[in-house]
């Protein structure tokens, strides 16, 4: 038997079982809701780490990430022409989660760092002047049957500092503090939204010319998801199908999580809301709040007024930021400084003994397993009170020597609110009624049938679809049959999230899951023959 028949005989059994499930679910997408998985950047690193090793590279990212943060919260932060430079440093370092979206016809899977914080949407494309390595093939727009050129003359050209025109060609040109840069073409394909695998028609940059990232350690990322307020962004490109929402719901501990786009159901959580504070200058888009004031336990800070507020817009001082891609939260030195101390004041009480750990956080005491009076941290908005039960306050060190610290880094800027505290809270940015949404929730991860179809998935379109390229050289009409079933691979996880959404019996998902896991060592064992 050819390898080529192996390959479609292997295929055609996946797509029997899509047909198949199908007898017994309903595969549809009825409430209108766009999800990502939201897969933390660690799960690319090193997974020998201690727990102290492992906050101290998360105190080490929220550092990078501040610097990130406040490089880009001046005015001249942004690109204008090929000679300017934007001063940030921006990697896998400085971001905490990434998502798999799918670009073009055929589609081309490209992982990239999701960023709050970033305006445009771009990944490496062929073919490349300089091209950082990628694990994943990089995406080709001459492959893809959709692409097409920004004109020049659209408004998103003609209206955005990040692009210029050079010969009748939209273009951009970023450039990076640590020496990185990525150069390219403004583009348009269709973007596929796993598992929804949702079409929508984006800009996004087709960047040919990168230098620089360290996109590692396993060559994974891409490029950038930018979801800030910019018109280049995410959220304001697809705005109007999704009513100019998206929220997430950070699973404990810094757990695998989903990204969603549009109306979340909220009918009965105690929701809260604050609005976003524009600063009064141009180039700012990221999501600014009023923070007023600060109790520990039952002690109210008393801050002056404005202590959190936004002081000088030309060089990004003050003001305080709402951010998914810090771990932990950073506070202004001052009143970082007062909320140690009182900190202190409480523990001192208690006769606990300080101790210096490595994970790089200020005030850390030694656990006593009789202690349990652990105060909580609120952090008091306009209109809104956020509090923060213990679990998310400290970080408790279990191994070898047990100890706690209060999850609080000093910043010399900016206050930055981290994904730390935003732990088993759906947060809804509301950008189209400028506001914050927030309520307590206890937040579930990608469902277990979900988040393995999408292993299997991503291992067996990757595989195939590149196999398929080279068999196409040599079967006539095979391109166009790898593309039908491709597609229809894809039908399977639909109907396995409508299966979990009917709460389907634990038992015979796993045995049908099981059955997809062989089935795509099978495809594998005969792709590598």
Known sequence: MSQIHQSFLVLTFF????????????????????????????SLEPQNLNESQKFHGLVEKSKRRASYLKSISTLNSSVLNPSDTIPITMNTQSSLYFVNIGIGRPITQEPLLVDTASDLIWTQCQPCINCFPQTF??????????????PCNDPLCENNREFSCVNDVCVYDERYANGASTKGIASEDLFFFFPDSIPEFLVFGCSDDNQGFPFGPDNRISGILGLSMSPLSLISQIGGDINHKFSYCL????????LTFGDVDTSGLPIQSTPFVTPHAPGYSNYYLNLIDVSIGTHRMMFPPNTFAIRDVERGLGG?????????????RTPYRQVLEQ???????????RVQTATGFELCYRQDPNFTDYPSMTLHFQGADWPLPKEYVYIFNTAGEKYFCVALLPDDRLTIIGAYHQQNV??????????????PVVCKGPNMVDAI????????????????????????????????????LRAIQAVLNDADQRQVQEEGARLWLDQLKDASCDMEDVLDE
Not at 320 to 332: L, N, P, R, V, Y
Not at 343 to 353: G, N
């Open 426 to 439: 759906l947060v809804i940015y509301d950008v189209g009624n400028n506001r914050l949404q927030f309520a």
């Open 320 to 332: 305080c930021i709402m951010d998914s891609g810090s771990a932990f939260t950073s506070m202004e």
């Open 251 to 258: 699973v404990y501990p810094l757990a695998s999580s989903t």
């Open 453 to 488: 179809v999408s292993v299997v998935l991503e291992q067996l379109i990757s595989m195939a679809v590149e196999e398929s390229k080279e068999q196409m050289k040599l079967v006539t009409g095979v391109s166009k049959e790898v593309k039908k079933l491709t597609c229809n």
């Open 15 to 42: 797509c029997c079982l899509a047909l198949l499930s199908q007898s017994h679910f309903t595969a549809s997408k009825s409430d209108g809701l766009i999800r990502l998985q939201l897969i933390p950047v660690d």
């Open 137 to 150: 093939p990089i995406y080709d727009p001459r492959q893809s049957a959709t692409y097409g050129r920004l």
């Open 343 to 353: 900190f202190m004041a409480y523990f001192e009480r208690f006769h606990l003994i």
